[in-house]
């Protein structure tokens, strides 16, 4: 079993930035796929982003490409996602996931782990 904790959420101004960090206990980290989502009011939860195990396969959603950077330290059990130039439709609940699939996956069902989720509110 995973158990998932994200922080580093908040307010942030309009082309300001943020990292958001999800560290996992279990010792299946180092070879799960992780990936991140947000969900905003009255919406489905989307995919952000997914990274493989050794850090060098990443997949993003088009709207966060060039934006966002996932990362992970299997040292720490720790995924990370650097968001930069964030805009007010980047304002969700953002969740950090785990599938031992080991494919970059979008859809959020195959995801077997998750996190409570952290707020990202981008004010104007």
């Known amino acids: 079993q995973v158990q998932l904790v994200e922080s580093g959420g908040g307010l942030v101004q309009a082309g300001g930035s943020l990292r958001l960090s999800c560290a996992a206990s279990g010792r299946t980290f180092s070879t799960n796929f992780m990936g991140w989502f947000r969900q905003a009011p009255g919406k489905e939860r989307e995919f952000v982003a997914v990274i493989g195990w050794s850090g060098g396969l990443t997949l993003y959603a088009d709207s966060v490409k060039g934006r966002f950077t996932i990362s992970r330290d299997n040292g720490k059990n720790t995924v990370y996602l650097q968001m930069a130039s964030l805009k007010p439709d980047d304002t969700a609940v953002y969740y950090c996931?785990?599938?031992?699939?080991?494919?970059?996956?979008?859809?959020?069902?195959?995801?077997?782990?998750w996190g409570q989720g952290t707020q990202v509110t981008v004010s104007t």
């Open positions: 996931a785990s599938n031992s699939k080991s494919a970059l996956l979008r859809l959020w069902k195959s995801y077997d782990y």
